[in-house]
């Protein structure tokens, strides 16, 4: 019996090089037991090449994958405790929904008859029940997908990798099988290793996010210190919305710095890690304050002047987009929350910006 | 005339001229060969003019000792080379589609020099290599089949390979992996998932091949030994006695086979829905 705390992933200093690009650039990463991993980052960042690497398709050029405390070195993907779910889904159209599903453990040699059994459990799995004689044509997208979904699980794998496995599917079926991805997790106890450049579907699914830029990892955190707490400007940028001011950094104090910027003032601000003595100041649109009356600050809050150039509105929040009194552009979003609030305000309107030092956040650049 | 669109410059179902050129067309082509399989059931030796029905020359051919010899000839050369021009085919076909190697395109025009250079080279040539090679000569039958068996798989197997690579282009890579991903081995991953998606074009280039090896002539003719007999190289010399209704009855019997298999490769080629749609 294993550690049951020791992770179920490692990966050591890995690096993939075709040619002269490093698809991947030393990424060293641990990865839990029962999680639900999302390897995050805009498109020909690496985390396809990442994947197929622990799926054993592509070799590593340097470093090592140990699964489950074993090198993965020179093992084939047949022989490795991982099964994939491919960005096409890769169902065989000769065969028919309940033979895919079995194919697995066909050609392992499992027993007939616990075949059948373990064939019938996936399929209610992934609730194709009354589908088992139909010929992959016969399927809707997402159908193809629970059966590219049951036909791995059914192998109980030890890992699950999840090649952008939404991105084929309309937003209503997205946000369905979003839900049945992680009900799925929670059910079958298997790690999944999700690779998506969506940041809402990674925020709403994993329960921990490693955002990649350029074959490098800059961050791995749960979603919710992802959002709050990015460490780059570019982790900011890329996860949600943000407002960044440029900064001066005058001292430092354990987690604080003190820092001026030509717009705020002089101000003291967390740090965003402990590597970070310079950068930019960021802060979330939801978490500026607006006001069209004259500024009342409260206290501690630095006050911006603007000019409101644009209004988007989405129903259940409306993105307001300003310029500050310095030309800079800034955003803030504002929740509708009441049937009859007043309307929006309109484009030209002149307005106030209240930010709270503890909204800020310094982040390395 | 109200309400019909101007005739396209194709509409030739609405053009009169198109319409009488296209039956030309028809004439052209098909009147010879209704014309011998009408006359195949002429009840006159001579075969100039009708004189009535009879299917009696079909009996006639039927028990013709050496006609039936070089049929059964024929289908043997046409079974045996088609199986082993079918496998050379699917094999180039694969090793051209899967790897990168140097010379693949080198390879990939040689492969396909057989299907352009003219049949009477190609049948010459086989003629000097056989005889520079010393191949053994008058040996017993079946093996006195061998060099047109060898002749006609030299000159089928790119076509096979034509169609199997065709099929091959619409295949999903990702297929292969998430085979051996699910646990099976190279082989198994090649019966279970890739022979069955080559599986139309295997059929379709193998019954393609059939048709080419049963009706071939010339390269036949240059390989085959003495006293060797194929089946067209056999109705060939009955022609050159007079063309009796046996010899239209022959021809009619191959060109029914001919046909025949080349309707079912044709049905096996089309692309079948399930694939077609996932593409
Ligand atoms: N087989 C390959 N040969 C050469 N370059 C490749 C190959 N596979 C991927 N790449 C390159 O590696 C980089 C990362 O690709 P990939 O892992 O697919 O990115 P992502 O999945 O994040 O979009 C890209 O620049 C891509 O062009
Ligand atoms: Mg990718």
């Known amino acids: 019996m294993r550690d049951v705390a020791a992770p179920i992933v490692e990966i050591q200093n ?107 459990e996936a399929i209610a799995m992934v609730r194709l029940d009354g589908m088992a004689a139909r010929k992959p044509d016969q399927l809707s997208g997402g159908q193809r997908q629970r059966v590219a979904l049951a036909r791995a699980l059914v192998k109980r794998p030890k890992l699950l990798l999840l090649d952008e496995p939404l991105s084929a599917l309309d937003k209503k079926l997205r946000e369905e099988m979003q839900l049945e991805l992680v009900r799925l997790q929670t059910e079958v106890g298997i790690t999944f290793i999700i690779v998506t450049h969506d940041q809402e579907e990674a925020l709403g699914m994993a329960s921990e996010i490693a955002v990649m830029k350029e074959g490098r990892i800059l961050q791995i955190a749960p979603p919710r210190e992802l959002y709050e707490h990015p460490t780059r400007r570019f982790v900011a940028e890329f996860i949600g919305a943000s407002n960044s001011f440029p900064c001066e950094v005058l001292a430092i104090d354990g987690q604080n710095a003190r820092v001026r910027s030509p717009l705020l003032g002089e101000l003291t601000v967390e740090r965003s890690a402990p590597d970070v003595t310079s950068g930019t100041l960021i802060i979330r649109p939801e978490k500026v304050r607006m006001d069209f009356s004259t500024p009342e600050p409260t206290p501690g809050e630095a006050l911006i002047r603007g000019t409101i150039d644009q209004i988007a509105y989405f129903g259940d929040l409306s993105i307001v987009y300003l310029t500050a009194e310095d030309g800079s552009r800034l955003q803030c979003s504002r929740y509708n929350v009441s049937r009859i609030a007043a309307p929006d305000p309109r484009p030209g309107t002149a307005c106030t910006l209240g930010i709270h030092p503890e909204d800020l956040l310094l982040v390395g650049d | 005339m109200l309400g019909r669109s101007p005739v396209g410059p194709l509409e030739y179902t609405r053009r009169l001229w198109l319409r009488l050129w296209l039956l030309a067309v028809f004439v052209f082509l098909y009147a010879p060969i209704v014309i011998l399989v009408v006359f195949s059931f002429n009840d006159s030796r001579r075969n100039i003019v009708w004189q009535g029905f009879t299917t009696d020359y079909y009996v006639r051919a039927a028990e013709n000792a050496s006609l ?4 059964g000839n024929s289908l043997i050369i046409a079974f045996v080379s088609t199986i082993l021009s079918t496998i050379i085919g699917a094999l180039l076909a694969l090793g051209l589609w899967r790897f990168r190697f140097p010379g693949r395109a ?174």
């Not at chain 1, 994947?51 to 020179?74: K, P």
């Not at chain 1, 960005?87 to 895919?100: C, E, L």
Request: proline fraction near 6%; glycine fraction near 8%.
């Open chain 1, 14 to 120: 890995v690096t993939k090089a075709y040619g002269k690009l490093k698809a991947v650039d030393d990424v060293s990463l641990a990865i839990p037991r029962n999680a639900f991993f999302a390897l995050l980052g805009p498109s020909g960042c690496g985390k396809t090449t990442l994947l197929r690497m622990l799926g054993g398709f592509e070799h590593t050029s340097t470093g090592r994958i140990l699964i489950d405390g074993e090198d993965m070195a020179g093992i084939q993907p047949n022989r490795r405790p991982v099964n994939m779910v491919f960005q096409s889904y890769a169902v065989f159209p000769h065969m028919t929904v309940a033979d895919n599903i079995a194919y697995g453990l066909k050609v392992t040699g499992v027993k007939r008859a616990a075949i059948a059994s373990r064939v019938e």
């Open chain 2, 106 to 279: 080198a390879l990939d025009g040689a492969a396909a020099l057989p299907i352009v250079i003219p049949e009477i080279c190609m049948g010459v040539a086989l003629l000097v290599f056989f005889n520079r090679v010393g191949f053994p000569t008058g040996m017993p039958w079946p093996l006195n089949l061998a060099p047109i068996v060898i002749g006609h798989v030299a000159f089928s197997f790119p076509f096979v390979a034509v169609v199997v690579r065709a099929r091959m282009i619409g295949f999903d890579r990702s297929l292969e992996e998430a085979s051996k991903d699910l646990g099976a081995s190279e082989w198994q991953t090649f019966w279970n998932v890739t022979v069955p998606y080559m599986k139309p074009g295997l059929i379709a280039g193998g019954l393609l091949a059939m048709t080419l090896s049963l009706d071939d002539f010339v390269i036949t003719f240059f390989t085959s030994g003495p006293g060797t007999l194929t089946f067209p190289v056999q109705v060939y010399s009955m022609v050159r006695f007079g063309a009796t209704p046996e010899v239209n009855a022959a021809s009619t019997v191959l060109i029914v086979v001919t046909v025949l298999l080349t309707v079912i490769a044709v049905r096996w080629q089309r692309p079948d829905k399930e694939v077609a749609k996932l593409g």
């Open chain 2, 68 to 71: 039936i010899e070089a049929f």
